[in-house]
């Protein structure tokens, strides 16, 4: 993939992987040329022989809707909405979140609904291309009238304000077009609520955190195999009969995956002495299918909203209408986003019972996972730091988009929360890289003491990767360097994971 047209082709969720991971060059496709063109001469002909007020064209913005601007006031209203509405605070959006802010946001603009000119969208992809990070803030969006505050951030080096992330350093605006020798862009009617309305501050989270939640699911079901081997767990909760008569997607793939990851594994096929295995191990293709269904489920909303216009008003030259309504509205995603945060909250829940058990001394196993428990901690203390972010995850389900606050004296009276709602996900998919780092480690420790028993060739190439980072632990060490490694090598291996539509 050398160049990515964009177009009206639908974006997925693999196509964006694909764009990110290898970071490609983006254009206009002709089609989305002609469209863009096309819009900005309708609405600029309907200026010429329009004496009415049109919503954020010649009007005020929010409850100043029915204050009228003149015409020659028409390009400084615009940028004084970019100017004012920069209010974000917090911390700054990491740079892989804010160029994928970019790409949806030139995407939206692309479809030819939004009135904006070809060279403020080719200004977007010439920061695209070269590696050009705005810095945008975390906090300031309601996830209403879009993403304003992010959003706003994000434009302001159009206007040579603002400062952006470029080659390592950070610059101003102004620099910025110094370096490029580009002009300042001048914004016409409608350009800066084009701009300043829509969901991408929302979406680049969530697609990124999507990507992020799929991959880990599926690499979360090889932990628990090397976990169900390390504690001399049953192959029988994993066959195909179980999982044909309650076929739900995620569960079977669930199953599926565990039983071909221990496929081989001497420990498995073992004689067991015990009859069933906690709900943990037996129930994983439940818990981990439940959490990949919602997953899926949300990712049908995000590719929804990736290929959608959420700006407003909406320009329509075939039918002569500019319609102001409410597709900058948050709360699909919102919502979608709480429903995300259980889903991978629930991966790592599991995944801490699962630890759990593996240091509690059954099955053969010394507690704590060392031969000298005692004169050893070993492994008691991972577990408490788990556990603890294990909660962290519980606290952060509450969901955002129940709340709403009235915003622009009333006139924005139900807002989605929806921003809040993006970061918080963001921070519980962190946490469960962190929480599976720590099973992983317990898993390949509790592993060693099943020797001389074999586990499947899948597992068995898997740890010796893993142990050229994390070793046996034979007597205590300081755990925090190991439990760094073990996230970084589960953040490693998931990048690596394709994603499939």
Known sequence: MEMHQINKNWLTLEIVDLIISSNVKIQLSEEATELVVKCRAYLDNKMLNN??????????????????????????????????????????????????????KIQGLSYGHSGVQLITIQRLIDFYNNDISPVVYQQGSLGASGDLAPLAHLVLPLLGLGEVNYKENKISGAELNKQFAWGEINLQSKEGLALLNGTQFMSAYG??????????????????AISIDAYDGRISPFNDLVHKVRPHDGQFLTARNIQMALDGSEIISQEKAHV?????FRCSPQVHGASKDAIAHVQS????????????????PDEDEIISAGNFHGQPLAISLDYLAIAIAELGSISERRTYKLIGGERGLPAFLVANPGLNSGFMIPQY?????????????????ID????????????SMGANAATKVYRIVDNLEKIMGVELMNAAQGLEFRKPLKSSLVITDFITE???HVPFITDDVEMHPLMEKSIQFIKQCSKNIAVKN
Request: charged letters at 20%; aromatic letters at 4%.
């Open 51 to 104: 004496d009415k007020p049109i919503y954020g064209i010649n009007t005020g913005f929010g409850s100043l809707c029915n204050t009228e601007i003149s015409d020659e006031d028409l390009g400084k209203l615009q940028r004084n909405l970019v100017m004012s509405h920069a209010c974000g605070m917090g911390e700054e959006v990491p740079q892989d979140i804010v160029k994928l802010m970019l790409l949806l």
């Open 301 to 316: 909303v995000f590719e929804k909203e990736i290929n959608s216009v959420t700006d407003n008003p909406t320009i329509f």
């Open 385 to 401: 730091a788990q556990a603890s972010v294990v909660s962290q995850n519980k606290q952060l389900c509450t969901p955002c988009s």
């Open 404 to 415: 709403t606050i009235d915003s622009s004296n009333g006139q924005e009276d139900h807002v």
């Open 207 to 224: 697609i990124h955190s999507l990507l992020r939640a799929k991959k880990l699911s599926t690499l979360t079901d090889l932990v628990t």
């Open 466 to 468: 893993y142990r050229k």
């Open 276 to 280: 069933q295995d906690p709900y943990s």
